[in-house]
Protein backbone atom coordinates (compact mmCIF):
# COMPACT_ATOMS: atom_id res chain seq x y z
CA UNK A 1 0.00 0.00 0.00
CA UNK A 2 1.49 0.07 -2.45
CA UNK A 3 1.13 -3.30 -4.87
CA UNK A 4 2.68 -4.54 -2.52
CA UNK A 5 3.71 -7.06 -0.76
CA UNK A 6 1.88 -6.00 2.29
CA UNK A 7 -1.52 -5.19 0.96
CA UNK A 8 -3.35 -8.20 1.90
CA UNK A 9 -5.16 -6.07 4.40
CA UNK A 10 -6.89 -4.27 1.36
CA UNK A 11 -8.26 -7.91 -0.46
CA UNK A 12 -11.15 -9.50 0.64
CA UNK A 13 -9.89 -13.47 0.50
CA UNK A 14 -11.93 -14.25 -2.60
CA UNK A 15 -9.59 -14.53 -4.61
CA UNK A 16 -5.85 -16.08 -4.99
CA UNK A 17 -4.22 -12.38 -5.02
CA UNK A 18 -0.79 -12.14 -7.28
CA UNK A 19 2.52 -11.97 -6.41
CA UNK A 20 3.74 -8.75 -7.73
CA UNK A 21 7.45 -9.42 -9.25
CA UNK A 22 10.44 -8.62 -7.44
CA UNK A 23 8.28 -9.32 -3.82
CA UNK A 24 11.65 -10.17 -2.29
CA UNK A 25 12.76 -6.35 -2.49
CA UNK A 26 12.15 -3.80 -0.38
CA UNK A 27 8.48 -2.79 -0.17
CA UNK A 28 7.56 0.72 0.36
CA UNK A 29 4.25 -0.43 1.87
CA UNK A 30 2.78 2.87 0.20
CA UNK A 31 -1.10 3.55 1.98
CA UNK A 32 -2.59 7.36 0.92
CA UNK A 33 -4.59 9.12 3.56
CA UNK A 34 -8.29 9.49 3.37
CA UNK A 35 -8.30 12.71 1.62
CA UNK A 36 -5.59 11.73 -0.79
CA UNK A 37 -7.64 8.58 -2.37
CA UNK A 38 -10.58 10.91 -3.11
CA UNK A 39 -8.53 13.14 -4.39
CA UNK A 40 -6.71 10.45 -6.97
CA UNK A 41 -10.31 9.78 -7.28
CA UNK A 42 -12.21 12.73 -7.76
CA UNK A 43 -9.43 13.30 -10.71
CA UNK A 44 -10.64 10.64 -12.60
CA UNK A 45 -14.11 11.43 -12.53
CA UNK A 46 -15.47 9.05 -10.00
CA UNK A 47 -18.02 10.97 -7.96
CA UNK A 48 -16.90 11.43 -4.46
CA UNK A 49 -18.28 14.08 -1.50
CA UNK A 50 -16.81 17.41 -1.83
CA UNK A 51 -14.45 18.22 0.69
CA UNK A 52 -11.48 20.47 1.97
CA UNK A 53 -8.54 20.40 4.26
CA UNK A 54 -7.30 22.18 7.25
CA UNK A 55 -4.34 22.74 9.01
CA UNK A 56 -5.29 25.00 11.45
CA UNK A 57 -7.94 27.44 12.54
CA UNK A 58 -7.45 30.13 9.86
CA UNK A 59 -8.22 27.75 6.86
CA UNK A 60 -11.04 25.45 9.07
CA UNK A 61 -12.72 28.78 9.43
CA UNK A 62 -13.51 29.11 5.60
CA UNK A 63 -14.34 25.88 5.03
CA UNK A 64 -18.01 25.88 5.47
CA UNK A 65 -18.85 29.06 3.48
CA UNK A 66 -16.78 27.33 0.31
CA UNK A 67 -19.48 24.25 0.08
CA UNK A 68 -22.58 24.88 1.91
CA UNK A 69 -24.09 22.01 2.96
CA UNK A 70 -26.99 20.25 5.44
CA UNK A 71 -24.14 18.13 7.14
CA UNK A 72 -20.52 18.08 7.64
CA UNK A 73 -18.11 15.26 8.76
CA UNK A 74 -15.04 16.57 10.35
CA UNK A 75 -12.67 13.28 10.38
CA UNK A 76 -9.20 13.35 11.71
CA UNK A 77 -6.50 12.43 8.83
CA UNK A 78 -4.32 9.13 10.11
CA UNK A 79 -3.78 5.42 8.40
CA UNK A 80 -5.00 3.89 11.90
CA UNK A 81 -8.44 2.70 12.09
CA UNK A 82 -10.88 3.08 15.07
CA UNK A 83 -10.79 7.20 14.86
CA UNK A 84 -14.48 7.62 15.58
CA UNK A 85 -14.01 5.45 18.53
CA UNK A 86 -10.57 7.18 19.23
CA UNK A 87 -9.62 10.05 22.02
CA UNK A 88 -6.79 12.79 21.97
CA UNK A 89 -4.37 13.27 24.56
CA UNK A 90 -5.63 16.68 25.32
CA UNK A 91 -9.14 14.89 26.27
CA UNK A 92 -11.30 15.79 23.07
CA UNK A 93 -13.13 12.62 22.36
CA UNK A 94 -13.48 11.56 18.43
CA UNK A 95 -11.60 11.07 15.32
CA UNK A 96 -14.63 11.62 13.67
CA UNK A 97 -17.36 13.99 14.33
CA UNK A 98 -20.85 15.50 12.52
CA UNK A 99 -22.27 18.84 12.80
CA UNK A 100 -24.62 20.50 10.62
CA UNK A 101 -23.94 23.82 12.46
CA UNK A 102 -20.82 25.29 10.34
CA UNK A 103 -19.80 27.79 13.15
CA UNK A 104 -18.68 24.46 15.29
CA UNK A 105 -16.45 23.10 12.35
CA UNK A 106 -13.17 25.16 13.04
CA UNK A 107 -13.64 24.29 17.05
CA UNK A 108 -13.68 20.57 15.68
CA UNK A 109 -10.89 20.97 13.74
CA UNK A 110 -8.39 22.78 16.33
CA UNK A 111 -9.54 20.42 18.56
CA UNK A 112 -7.29 17.43 16.34
CA UNK A 113 -4.89 19.92 14.79
CA UNK A 114 -1.76 19.20 16.55
CA UNK A 115 -3.17 16.79 19.07
CA UNK A 116 -1.96 12.80 18.80
CA UNK A 117 -5.37 10.88 18.61
CA UNK A 118 -5.16 7.10 20.16
CA UNK A 119 -7.09 4.04 19.05
CA UNK A 120 -6.57 0.28 19.22
CA UNK A 121 -4.91 0.94 16.37
CA UNK A 122 -1.90 3.63 17.55
CA UNK A 123 0.42 3.30 19.78
CA UNK A 124 -0.41 3.97 23.24
CA UNK A 125 1.03 7.48 22.98
CA UNK A 126 -1.13 7.96 19.67
CA UNK A 127 -0.04 9.35 16.78
CA UNK A 128 0.09 13.53 15.86
CA UNK A 129 -2.76 14.66 13.48
CA UNK A 130 -1.54 17.31 11.51
CA UNK A 131 -4.50 17.52 8.67
CA UNK A 132 -8.21 17.35 9.28
CA UNK A 133 -10.63 16.43 6.57
CA UNK A 134 -14.00 18.58 6.32
CA UNK A 135 -16.73 16.57 3.80
CA UNK A 136 -19.99 16.94 3.08
CA UNK A 137 -22.38 14.48 4.94
CA UNK A 138 -24.11 12.00 2.60
CA UNK A 139 -27.37 10.20 3.53
CA UNK A 140 -26.89 6.55 2.22
CA UNK A 141 -30.44 4.28 1.17
CA UNK A 142 -28.23 1.39 0.05
CA UNK A 143 -24.65 0.13 0.06
CA UNK A 144 -22.93 -1.76 -2.28
CA UNK A 145 -19.44 -3.44 -2.69
CA UNK A 146 -17.04 -3.00 -5.71
CA UNK A 147 -13.56 -4.22 -5.64
CA UNK A 148 -10.53 -4.63 -8.28
CA UNK A 149 -7.34 -6.29 -8.04
CA UNK A 150 -4.76 -8.22 -9.93
CA UNK A 151 -5.84 -12.11 -9.53
CA UNK A 152 -3.23 -15.25 -10.14
CA UNK A 153 -6.06 -17.13 -10.84
CA UNK A 154 -7.19 -15.22 -13.67
CA UNK A 155 -4.01 -13.72 -14.48
CA UNK A 156 -5.20 -10.10 -14.75
CA UNK A 157 -7.94 -7.92 -13.39
CA UNK A 158 -10.77 -9.54 -11.93
CA UNK A 159 -13.97 -7.34 -11.10
CA UNK A 160 -15.29 -8.59 -7.33
CA UNK A 161 -19.30 -7.37 -7.20
CA UNK A 162 -21.63 -7.42 -4.47
CA UNK A 163 -24.92 -5.59 -3.66
CA UNK A 164 -24.51 -6.03 0.06
CA UNK A 165 -21.81 -3.44 0.50
CA UNK A 166 -20.94 -1.87 4.07
CA UNK A 167 -20.04 -5.21 6.14
CA UNK A 168 -17.37 -7.52 5.89
CA UNK A 169 -17.41 -9.28 2.04
CA UNK A 170 -15.88 -12.03 3.04
CA UNK A 171 -18.50 -12.80 5.25
CA UNK A 172 -20.91 -12.61 2.51
CA UNK A 173 -18.93 -14.48 0.39
CA UNK A 174 -18.70 -17.26 2.77
CA UNK A 175 -22.73 -17.37 3.67
CA UNK A 176 -24.26 -16.51 0.49
CA UNK A 177 -21.66 -16.96 -2.11
CA UNK A 178 -24.38 -16.11 -4.48
CA UNK A 179 -23.97 -12.64 -3.84
CA UNK A 180 -21.04 -12.38 -5.05
CA UNK A 181 -20.15 -12.09 -8.45
CA UNK A 182 -16.55 -12.52 -10.16
CA UNK A 183 -15.72 -10.82 -13.31
CA UNK A 184 -12.25 -11.33 -15.15
CA UNK A 185 -11.42 -8.87 -17.30
CA UNK A 186 -8.69 -8.68 -20.32
CA UNK A 187 -6.35 -6.10 -19.15
CA UNK A 188 -5.74 -5.15 -23.25
CA UNK A 189 -9.15 -4.82 -23.87
CA UNK A 190 -10.69 -3.21 -20.60
CA UNK A 191 -14.13 -3.18 -19.30
CA UNK A 192 -16.42 -2.63 -21.87
CA UNK A 193 -19.56 -0.97 -21.92
CA UNK A 194 -21.57 -4.51 -21.68
CA UNK A 195 -19.47 -5.15 -18.76
CA UNK A 196 -20.65 -2.54 -16.77
CA UNK A 197 -23.66 -2.80 -17.20
CA UNK A 198 -23.86 -6.61 -16.38
CA UNK A 199 -21.74 -5.02 -12.86
CA UNK A 200 -24.13 -2.76 -12.36
CA UNK A 201 -27.58 -4.45 -12.80
CA UNK A 202 -25.74 -7.06 -10.47
CA UNK A 203 -25.59 -5.23 -7.97
CA UNK A 204 -29.09 -4.25 -7.91
CA UNK A 205 -29.19 -0.44 -9.84
CA UNK A 206 -31.42 0.16 -13.04
CA UNK A 207 -32.45 2.75 -15.41
CA UNK A 208 -30.48 5.55 -15.45
CA UNK A 209 -28.83 4.78 -12.28
CA UNK A 210 -27.59 1.62 -13.66
CA UNK A 211 -26.18 3.81 -16.43
CA UNK A 212 -24.61 6.26 -13.81
CA UNK A 213 -22.90 3.27 -12.01
CA UNK A 214 -21.83 2.17 -15.26
CA UNK A 215 -19.82 5.20 -15.87
CA UNK A 216 -18.31 5.28 -12.30
CA UNK A 217 -17.18 1.58 -13.00
CA UNK A 218 -15.18 2.22 -16.17
CA UNK A 219 -13.90 5.31 -14.46
CA UNK A 220 -12.63 3.22 -11.39
CA UNK A 221 -10.99 0.52 -13.77
CA UNK A 222 -9.19 3.60 -15.74
CA UNK A 223 -7.61 5.21 -12.06
CA UNK A 224 -7.08 1.15 -11.48
CA UNK A 225 -4.77 0.83 -14.56
CA UNK A 226 -3.36 4.22 -15.18
CA UNK A 227 -1.81 4.46 -11.96
CA UNK A 228 -0.60 1.03 -11.15
CA UNK A 229 -2.91 -0.51 -8.58
CA UNK A 230 -3.00 -3.92 -7.44
CA UNK A 231 -6.08 -3.41 -5.60
CA UNK A 232 -8.89 -0.75 -5.19
CA UNK A 233 -11.50 -1.76 -2.94
CA UNK A 234 -14.83 0.72 -2.52
CA UNK A 235 -16.86 -0.64 0.79
CA UNK A 236 -19.72 1.16 -0.03
CA UNK A 237 -20.44 2.69 -2.84
CA UNK A 238 -23.36 4.29 -1.98
CA UNK A 239 -26.67 5.21 -3.26
CA UNK A 240 -28.05 8.25 -1.86
CA UNK A 241 -31.94 9.10 -2.05
CA UNK A 242 -30.94 11.86 -4.65
CA UNK A 243 -29.89 9.23 -7.00
CA UNK A 244 -26.84 9.57 -6.95
CA UNK A 245 -23.85 7.19 -6.46
CA UNK A 246 -20.74 7.95 -4.55
CA UNK A 247 -17.53 6.11 -3.55
CA UNK A 248 -18.08 6.60 0.16
CA UNK A 249 -14.73 5.10 0.56
CA UNK A 250 -12.19 3.68 -0.89
CA UNK A 251 -8.56 1.72 -0.29
CA UNK A 252 -5.88 1.86 -3.22
CA UNK A 253 -3.23 -0.53 -2.86
CA UNK A 254 -0.16 0.16 -5.58
CA UNK A 255 2.21 -1.52 -7.40
CA UNK A 256 5.74 -0.77 -5.82
CA UNK A 257 7.60 -2.02 -9.16
CA UNK A 258 5.97 1.24 -10.56
CA UNK A 259 7.26 3.47 -8.21
CA UNK A 260 9.36 5.17 -11.32
CA UNK A 261 6.76 5.86 -13.29
CA UNK A 262 4.12 6.61 -10.37
CA UNK A 263 6.25 9.25 -8.34
CA UNK A 264 3.77 12.20 -7.95
CA UNK A 265 1.70 9.29 -5.63
CA UNK A 266 4.61 7.77 -4.58
CA UNK A 267 5.40 10.94 -3.15
CA UNK A 268 2.02 12.10 -1.20
CA UNK A 269 3.48 9.21 1.31
CA UNK A 270 2.89 10.49 5.11
CA UNK A 271 4.84 8.59 6.99
CA UNK A 272 3.99 10.74 9.93
CA UNK A 273 3.17 6.76 11.71
CA UNK A 274 6.05 5.01 10.55
CA UNK A 275 9.37 3.89 12.57
CA UNK A 276 11.79 6.79 11.01
CA UNK A 277 14.66 4.32 10.96
CA UNK A 278 12.09 2.08 8.39
CA UNK A 279 11.80 5.51 6.75
CA UNK A 280 15.23 6.21 6.14
CA UNK A 281 15.92 2.72 5.39
CA UNK A 282 13.37 2.52 2.64
CA UNK A 283 15.62 5.33 0.71
CA UNK A 284 18.22 3.13 -0.09
CA UNK A 285 15.96 -0.21 -1.21
CA UNK A 286 16.79 -1.47 2.35
CA UNK A 287 13.68 -3.87 3.95
CA UNK A 288 14.17 -2.80 7.46
CA UNK A 289 11.79 -3.97 10.44
CA UNK A 290 12.54 -2.65 13.95
CA UNK A 291 12.44 -5.06 16.77
CA UNK A 292 13.08 -4.85 20.65
CA UNK A 293 16.22 -6.79 20.69
CA UNK A 294 20.10 -5.90 21.13
CA UNK A 295 21.55 -7.76 18.29
CA UNK A 296 21.50 -6.06 15.14
CA UNK A 297 21.22 -8.45 11.66
CA UNK A 298 22.39 -7.52 8.50
CA UNK A 299 21.39 -10.67 5.83
CA UNK A 300 20.52 -10.68 2.40
CA UNK A 301 17.03 -12.37 1.76
CA UNK A 302 13.92 -12.43 3.53
CA UNK A 303 14.20 -16.00 4.25
CA UNK A 304 17.58 -16.13 5.51
CA UNK A 305 17.00 -13.21 7.57
CA UNK A 306 14.31 -15.03 9.41
CA UNK A 307 15.81 -18.21 10.21
CA UNK A 308 19.05 -15.68 11.43
CA UNK A 309 16.74 -13.94 14.00
CA UNK A 310 15.52 -17.50 14.74
CA UNK A 311 18.97 -19.06 15.50
CA UNK A 312 19.87 -16.20 17.74
CA UNK A 313 16.72 -16.57 19.47
CA UNK A 314 17.60 -20.10 19.97
CA UNK A 315 20.89 -19.55 21.61
CA UNK A 316 19.16 -17.18 24.31
CA UNK A 317 19.69 -14.08 22.14
CA UNK A 318 17.55 -11.14 20.72
CA UNK A 319 17.20 -9.51 17.57
CA UNK A 320 17.02 -6.04 17.46
CA UNK A 321 16.10 -5.77 13.84
CA UNK A 322 14.66 -7.46 10.30
CA UNK A 323 17.11 -5.93 7.93
CA UNK A 324 17.14 -7.77 4.39
CA UNK A 325 20.00 -5.80 1.83
CA UNK A 326 18.56 -7.74 -1.05
CA UNK A 327 20.11 -9.49 -4.23
CA UNK A 328 21.28 -6.53 -5.60
CA UNK A 329 22.99 -4.84 -2.88
CA UNK A 330 26.15 -2.10 -3.30
CA UNK A 331 28.81 -0.86 -0.92
CA UNK A 332 27.19 2.59 0.10
CA UNK A 333 24.03 0.35 0.75
CA UNK A 334 25.58 -1.22 2.89
CA UNK A 335 27.00 1.32 4.91
CA UNK A 336 23.99 3.01 5.05
CA UNK A 337 22.88 -0.32 6.62
CA UNK A 338 24.99 -0.43 9.31
CA UNK A 339 24.61 3.34 10.18
CA UNK A 340 20.76 2.68 10.57
CA UNK A 341 21.27 -0.20 12.81
CA UNK A 342 23.89 1.67 14.80
CA UNK A 343 21.73 4.46 15.45
CA UNK A 344 19.28 2.10 17.13
CA UNK A 345 20.86 2.51 20.67
CA UNK A 346 19.47 -0.58 21.63
CA UNK A 347 21.90 -2.63 19.65
CA UNK A 348 24.84 -4.10 21.51
CA UNK A 349 26.65 -6.24 18.98
CA UNK A 350 25.92 -6.59 14.89
CA UNK A 351 25.79 -10.29 13.32
CA UNK A 352 25.87 -9.98 9.29
CA UNK A 353 25.05 -13.48 7.53
CA UNK A 354 25.21 -13.05 4.33
CA UNK A 355 24.79 -15.95 1.34
CA UNK A 356 26.00 -14.68 -1.90
CA UNK A 357 24.41 -16.64 -4.47
CA UNK A 358 22.98 -12.89 -6.69
CA UNK A 359 25.05 -10.74 -4.19
CA UNK A 360 28.97 -10.84 -4.76
CA UNK A 361 30.92 -11.63 -1.02
CA UNK A 362 33.49 -9.16 -2.23
CA UNK A 363 30.93 -6.35 -2.36
CA UNK A 364 29.60 -7.10 1.19
CA UNK A 365 32.92 -7.25 2.59
CA UNK A 366 34.46 -3.75 1.07
CA UNK A 367 30.99 -2.28 2.09
CA UNK A 368 31.24 -3.83 5.75
CA UNK A 369 34.92 -2.56 6.05
CA UNK A 370 34.42 1.11 4.43
CA UNK A 371 31.32 1.55 6.89
CA UNK A 372 32.88 0.44 9.83
CA UNK A 373 35.73 2.95 9.21
CA UNK A 374 33.51 5.64 7.85
CA UNK A 375 30.84 5.46 11.02
CA UNK A 376 33.41 4.18 13.62
CA UNK A 377 31.49 1.03 14.61
CA UNK A 378 32.16 1.13 18.58
CA UNK A 379 30.15 -2.46 19.44
CA UNK A 380 31.54 -6.02 18.37
CA UNK A 381 31.06 -7.45 14.92
CA UNK A 382 30.73 -11.38 13.71
CA UNK A 383 30.55 -11.92 9.95
CA UNK A 384 29.58 -15.24 8.51
CA UNK A 385 29.90 -15.03 4.36
CA UNK A 386 29.28 -17.92 2.34
CA UNK A 387 29.00 -18.21 -1.47
CA UNK A 388 30.04 -15.97 -4.64
CA UNK A 389 33.62 -15.16 -4.48
CA UNK A 390 33.85 -15.61 -0.70
CA UNK A 391 37.49 -16.45 -0.76
CA UNK A 392 38.00 -13.14 -1.73
CA UNK A 393 35.57 -11.62 0.39
CA UNK A 394 37.14 -13.15 3.69
CA UNK A 395 40.54 -12.01 2.27
CA UNK A 396 39.08 -8.26 2.01
CA UNK A 397 38.26 -8.60 5.77
CA UNK A 398 41.46 -10.52 6.52
CA UNK A 399 43.56 -7.62 5.26
CA UNK A 400 41.31 -4.60 6.99
CA UNK A 401 42.09 -3.13 10.32
CA UNK A 402 39.06 -3.66 11.14
CA UNK A 403 38.27 -5.76 14.02
CA UNK A 404 35.60 -8.60 12.71
CA UNK A 405 34.92 -12.03 14.15
CA UNK A 406 34.64 -14.64 11.25
CA UNK A 407 31.90 -16.83 12.04
CA UNK A 408 31.99 -20.63 10.05
CA UNK A 409 28.68 -20.89 9.68
CA UNK A 410 25.28 -19.70 11.10
CA UNK A 411 25.37 -21.53 14.32
CA UNK A 412 28.52 -20.53 14.95
CA UNK A 413 28.18 -17.00 14.26
CA UNK A 414 24.83 -16.64 16.01
CA UNK A 415 26.72 -18.22 19.40
CA UNK A 416 29.16 -15.36 18.89
CA UNK A 417 27.33 -12.93 18.37
CA UNK A 418 25.44 -13.93 21.52
CA UNK A 419 28.17 -14.48 23.68
CA UNK A 420 29.62 -11.01 23.08
CA UNK A 421 26.90 -9.63 25.00
Known amino acids: MSAICKTARLAPKLLKAA ?20 GLLQDYGVTVQKFKMATNEDEASKIPASFPCKEYVIKAQVLAGGRGKGHFDNGFKGGVHLTTDPSKVPDLCTSMIGNRLITKQTPPEGIPVSKVMVAEAIDITRETYFCILMDREYMGPVIVASPDGGVDIEEVAEKTPDRIMKLPVDIKVGVTDEMATKVSNFLGFEGDMASQCSEQ ?108 VGGNVQEDQVKEAFRIITEDSKVKAILVNVFGGIVNCATIANGIVNAC ?32 LSASDLDDAASKAVGML
Not at 21 to 37: D, I, K
Not at 249 to 268: E, H
Open 19 to 38: PVAGCQQQQRNLNLLEYQSK
Open 373 to 404: KSINLQVPLVVRLEGTNVDNAKEILAKSDVKI
Open 217 to 324: IKNLYKVFVDVDCVQLEVNPLAETPEGMIYTADAKLGFDDNASFRQKPIFDMEDTTESEPREVEAAKYNLNYVQMDGNIGCLVNGAGLAMATMDIIKLYGGEPANFLD
